[in-house]
């Protein structure tokens, strides 16, 4: 049966997946610097050929992955009413996705196809008719949802997650989004199925008892 994971997602030792003031000068704000080294290094070392603890979270983050849910924030650093439509993503006109995407957002625009088999659809559905469209996209494969904190949060309070893979890294933020405030009751359930180490980065999967 398919399943709703999520992937790679990196919070502080204090538990924040983006510091205040996100922009686009700075996607995931203030005082992160170094927050996702370990994923840079990870997408190198696999382009090199290597391999490695963090090289194989990257590539199990994209197995059997068939659409991608995300958040307007993690689509683009604008706020409120699109003031024009000219932004296409940070990823340039290839994304790294090659399948449907769906980005969850107060304000529609029309569906942005791309190069390499991506086309971003906005939303304002509730998440589960946008959870249903994107298995339907999905052609039977998983479903992943992207990020940011915000929408991860969404999905965990309508214990609507199968899987939850969290990397904590050695820095410390003070502020900002963390990923598990405001999910109350919605971490219930949960066991971690596995705990590994690498030098820059510690990941934990939860999954659904």
Avoid: C
Wanted: aromatic share 8%.
């Amino acid at each position: 049966m398919p399943k709703v994971r999520v992937h790679n997602v990196t919070v502080s030792l204090d538990g924040f997946a983006a510091g205040p003031r996100q922009r686009l000068e700075e996607p995931f704000g203030d005082n992160v610097e170094g927050l996702h080294d370990w994923m840079v290094a990870a997408m190198r070392d696999r382009a090199e050929g290597k391999t490695g603890i963090d090289v194989e979270q990257i590539e199990r983050s994209e197995e059997n992955i068939g659409a991608t849910i995300m958040g307007r924030n993690m689509f683009g650093p604008q706020r409120g009413p699109w003031q024009d439509e000219s932004w296409r993503g940070y990823w340039g006109e290839n994304p790294p996705y090659h399948h449907d995407v769906f980005v969850q957002t107060h304000h529609l625009r029309p569906a942005i196809p791309m190069e390499g088999g991506t086309t971003f659809h906005f939303t304002d559905e509730p998440i589960e008719t946008v959870l249903a469209r994107a298995f339907e996209a999905a052609g039977g494969r998983d479903v992943r949802i992207g990020g940011g904190a915000a929408t991860v949060q969404q999905y965990l309070r309508a214990r609507l997650i199968d899987e939850l893979h969290l990397v904590v890294v050695p820095l410390l933020v003070g502020s900002g989004e963390r990923l598990l405030d405001n999910v109350a009751e919605g971490i219930d359930g949960y066991r971690v199925s596995e705990l590994i180490s690498s030098a820059t980065a510690t990941h934990a999967r939860l999954v659904r008892r």
